[in-house]
């Protein structure tokens, strides 16, 4: 049987509450077949200790230990995607805790799909369980618990992302399409291969947990109940429109970089970041037509009323 080397890449800054933890739940992997390389952002607590504390194992490469820069979360996870080498690569967050089948159970399923066609870029995910501080749990799926889909259209991905980076493992072809590209303008590098995935290639889901999603004061981004998270925001329609945005100048920056694009998604792209060029019932029709459409009903709601009043 051929061992398929796994890079495993974890971004760092001021992440000493939780890191151990995390690491060691790694290091307590079924699959030992992986290397971790770790970038730290440029921390000022105790996180480059914890670090240190691990350079004797020879599976755990510290990429930037005499170069500290802050390049924030993409430019620190894209970082480590460049310098890592392996057959596959999967991406971890400082503050979970990932459960000891995680990465065979990802492995099964991309060399289930890979048999099927190796020769296009694929991106496996999992569900999983959101706990608090403590590890205690406050929901068995955040999949189920958020109304996300788990498979989403590439339509779908171009207005929200339902795929959760700490989850994903991606091949050797999707990364030779997301490395050396400018992503300056692009909302969160997991949303991004996820777009790749879909529109050259696969998408796999493993509906089973692998992870503990921990949710605390400091996370970069959490899962939220999506009621709740609309109710709370202030200026809802001011943020929603910038984010609308946002997404809106991801998808113009993906067909920039991607000529090999299909007619049919550039076309896509060029209705959803031209809205405002048609009428209400075309957009309408359009975006049914497209799939261009949120997950859940309620935020689907506002979203939509937000597009036709654009």
């Keep these: 049987m051929v061992t398929k080397k796994i890079a495993i890449l974890l971004s760092t800054y001021n992440g000493e509450r939780f890191l151990e933890e995390q690491i060691e739940s790694i290091i307590k992997q079924s699959n030992q077949q992986w290397t971790l390389y770790i970038r730290d952002d440029g921390s000022t607590d105790k996180t480059l200790d914890i670090l240190g504390r691990y350079q004797a194992d020879d599976r755990i490469q510290w990429i930037n230990e005499n170069k500290p820069q802050n390049l924030r979360v993409i430019g620190s996870f894209l970082k480590l995607l460049e310098s890592a080498e392996a ?49 205690k749990a406050t929901s068995e799926s955040m999949i189920k618990t958020q109304n996300l889909d788990p498979q989403p259209s590439f339509g779908r991905l171009l207005v929200q992302n339902s795929i959760t980076g700490c989850t994903m493992m991606i091949n050797q072809n999707l990364k030779d399409r997301c490395v050396g590209l400018d992503f300056t303008k692009i909302r969160m590098h997991d949303w991004w291969f996820a777009l790749v995935a879909s529109a050259f290639g696969t998408i796999g889901y493993v509906p089973q947990a692998t992870i503990l999603y921990r949710q605390h004061g400091d996370n970069e981004v959490g899962a939220k109940n999506s009621l709740s998270e609309l109710m709370s925001r202030k200026h809802l329609f001011a943020q929603t429109k910038q984010m609308i945005q946002l997404a809106m100048a991801q998808a113009t920056e993906f067909v920039a970089d991607y000529p090999n694009l299909t007619d049919d998604k550039v076309e896509m792209v060029h209705f959803y970041t031209n809205v405002k060029n048609y009428s209400k019932v075309e957009r309408y029709r359009k975006m049914r037509t497209y799939g261009l459409l949120k997950n859940g009903s309620g935020r689907n709601a506002f979203y939509v009323f937000q597009m036709l009043t654009w």
């Design 87 to 135: 057959d596959y690569y999967m991406f971890c967050d400082q503050d979970d805790v990932w459960l000891s089948d995680k990465v065979q159970v990802t492995l099964n399923k991309m060399l289930t799909l890979e048999a099927e066609n190796k020769q296009q870029p694929i991106l496996v995910h999992t569900d999983l369980r959101i706990v608090d501080q403590d590890l």
